[in-house]
C-alpha cells in the first residue's frame, strides 16, 4: 500500500533527572545522514527548554494553585496556566522548526503534545529520493 | 454528520459526559454516594446547628460554613470530574516500533527465553524499572501505573478512589474533599496525617504501600524523586504548575497527518497533485520480505503472545532492521 508507508522514527522521554518532560538528545540511527547532528540536537534541546519552563516552580505557579484552591479551580476557566502557555510556544517552535529545517529535508517533526508528551515521533517523508 | 471526537473512540473503562468535557470511572455509584452524604449532612447542619451558632458563637459562622462546603464539593467534583494524568496509548505506529526493538533484542539475547519487557534506566542516579504495559503498548513511564479499574495507564498513580470515582493524582483535591466533609471526624486526623507525610516524602500511596523505596528491598533503596526535605517536596507537590489533559479528548478525530503529508503536502490542503512518493519507489523500498514479516507481525498480534516466539519472527524482524528500519504496520 502506497498509502501507509511514510517511516517514522520515535524519540523517547529521558528520565535520567526525574520525571519531568525531557526528551533524548541522542540522534536516532534512522535518521543518521538525513539531518545534521546539530541541527537535530539543537531542536531537541529547544523542545526540552520550553517543556522545563513550562514544568518550572516558579511564583506564577504558586498563585496559580492559590487561586485556583481558593475558587475551587474555577479560575482555571479564566486564566491561560503557565503550562499552557508553554505548549503553544511549543506548537510555534515545532511548527518554525518543521518550516526551516526539517519539510526541506523532507522530514516532519510532530508536535509532541500529540502523542501525550511520550515521544517525539519524527516522519521520514520521501523514503525514496534519499 | 459532524465528525467524531477522540473521547468517542477513547478504549479504557471511562464514562463521559458534557460531550467529552467531563470523565468518570465507569462506576460512578459511591461517588454519587459521596456527593450526598455530603449534601445531607451539610443540610442538616445548616438547618439546626447554624441557627444557634448565629445568634450564640458569632455571626460569620455560616458563611464560613457555606465556604468549607462550596469548597468540599468543588474539590470532590474536581477529583471526579477531570483527567488524572492518563497517559495516552500507543498509536499503531508507535507500538509497532516499541515491538521491532523488543524483538530485536529478542534475537540478541542467547538464552532460550526472550528477556522479560523491561527496561532499566536512571533516575537521579536511582535505577528503575520500566515495565511494558501490554494493553496501553508503551513503557510506562516512572511512577505510572496500570489501573485496572479504568484500564488506563495512570502517570504518578496513586490510588483508585471509588469514593470520588476517579484515580487521584497527588494533588491534594481528594484529601481537601475529605478533610472538609463534616461527617467524617474520625478518619480526618489519620487521612491527614497519612497525606501530608506521603506530601512531605513526595511519594505516592501506591510507592507506599509497595514499599518501593524502602531500604528493604536494599541498603542503597531511596526515593530518587524527593526534593531532599520537607519543605521541598511540599513546595514540589502543591506548588508545580497546573498540568493539562494529554489526551485532548474534545479534539475531532483526524486521519494520521503523515497521510496527507505523504501525498507532497505539509498540512492538509492540497495543491500539488504530484505525489511526494510514488508507489514503485515505496515498493523497491520495501521488497517481499518486508510483506512477510508484516503478516507475522499480524498474525503474531492476533494471538496476543505474551512472549514473542523468538525462533520465527525475531530472525526475519532482524533481517529486515539490517536492511534499515521497517515499517511493520502498513496495513
Known amino acids: 500500500m502506497a498509502q501507509n508507508t511514510v517511516m517514522k522514527v520515535f524519540v523517547q522521554r529521558d528520565y535520567s533527572r526525574g520525571t519531568n518532560c525531557r526528551f533524548m538528545t541522542e540522534m536516532p540511527v534512522e535518521l543518521q545522514g538525513k539531518i545534521d547532528d546539530q541541527k537535530f540536537l539543537h531542536t531537541i534541546q529547544g523542545i526540552n527548554e520550553i517543556m522545563d519552563d513550562a514544568e518550572r516552580i516558579s511564583v506564577g505557579s504558586y498563585f496559580e494553585n492559590c487561586l485556583g484552591c481558593l475558587t475551587g479551580y474555577l479560575s482555571l476557566l479564566c486564566f491561560e496556566t503557565q503550562y499552557d502557555k508553554c505548549l503553544k510556544r511549543l506548537t510555534e517552535y515545532v511548527n518554525q522548526q518543521n518550516a526551516n529545517v526539517y519539510v526541506p529535508q523532507g522530514l516532519m517533526v510532530i508536535n509532541p503534545m500529540e502523542r501525550g508528551l511520550r515521544v517525539i515521533e519524527i516522519c521520514i517523508l520521501n523514503v525514496g529520493s534519499r | ?331
Not at chain 2, 503478516?295 to 492476533?302: C, G, I, L, S, Y
Request: glycine fraction near 6%; charge should be positive.
Open chain 2, 1 to 331: 454528520m459532524s465528525p467524531k471526537r477522540k473521547w468517542e473512540n477513547f478504549p479504557g473503562r471511562n464514562k463521559f459526559y458534557l460531550n467529552g468535557r467531563v470523565i468518570m470511572a465507569k462506576a460512578n455509584g459511591v461517588c454519587i454516594f459521596t456527593a450526598v452524604l455530603i449534601l445531607s449532612t451539610s443540610a442538616l447542619f445548616f438547618a439546626f446547628d447554624c441557627p444557634y451558632l448565629y445568634d450564640h458563637v458569632s455571626p460569620v459562622v455560616p458563611f464560613i460554613a457555606i465556604w468549607f462546603f462550596l469548597f468540599s464539593l468543588g474539590a470532590l467534583a474536581r477529583a471526579a470530574f477531570i483527567d488524572p494524568g492518563i497517559v495516552p496509548r500507543a498509536s499503531l505506529d508507535e507500538a509497532a516500533y516499541i515491538e521491532k526493538h523488543i524483538a530485536l533484542e529478542t534475537s540478541q539475547s542467547q538464552g532460550f527465553r526472550p528477556p522479560a519487557r523491561t527496561r532499566d534506566i536512571t533516575v537521579n542516579g536511582q535505577s528503575v524499572k520500566l515495565k511494558y504495559c501490554f494493553t496501553c503498548k508503551i513503557f510506562r513511564p516512572p511512577r505510572a501505573s496500570h489501573c485496572s479499574m479504568c484500564d488506563n495507564c495512570v502517570d504518578r498513580f496513586d490510588h483508585h478512589c471509588p469514593w470520588v470515582v476517579l484515580l487521584s493524582e497527588d494533588k491534594g483535591s481528594f484529601v481537601d474533599a475529605v478533610k472538609e466533609s463534616p461527617a467524617r471526624y474520625p478518619f480526618i486526623l489519620g487521612l491527614t496525617g497519612f497525606h501530608s507525610y506521603l506530601v512531605a516524602s513526595n511519594q505516592t500511596t501506591n510507592e507506599d504501600i509497595k514499599g518501593t523505596f524502602s531500604s528493604r528491598r536494599g541498603q542503597n533503596n531511596y526515593n530518587p524523586y524527593s526534593k531532599g526535605s520537607v519543605w521541598a517536596n511540599c513546595v514540589d507537590v502543591l506548588c508545580a504548575p497546573l498540568r493539562p489533559s494529554l489526551l485532548d479528548l474534545r479534539g475531532f478525530i483526524v486521519p494520521d497527518p503523515s497521510d496527507s503529508a505523504e501525498r507532497g503536502q505539509y498540512g492538509s490542503v492540497a495543491t500539488n497533485q504530484q505525489p511526494a512518493m510514488p508507489a514503485p519507489i515505496s515498493q523497491t523500498m520495501y521488497p517481499a520480505p518486508t510483506n512477510t514479516s508484516v503478516e507475522n507481525n499480524d498474525t503474531a498480534e492476533q494471538k496476543k503472545p505474551l512472549i514473542p516466539d523468538t525462533s520465527n519472527h525475531g530472525d526475519t524482524l532482524k533481517q529486515d532492521s539490517d536492511r534499515g528500519l521497517v515499517k511493520l504496520s502498513t496495513v
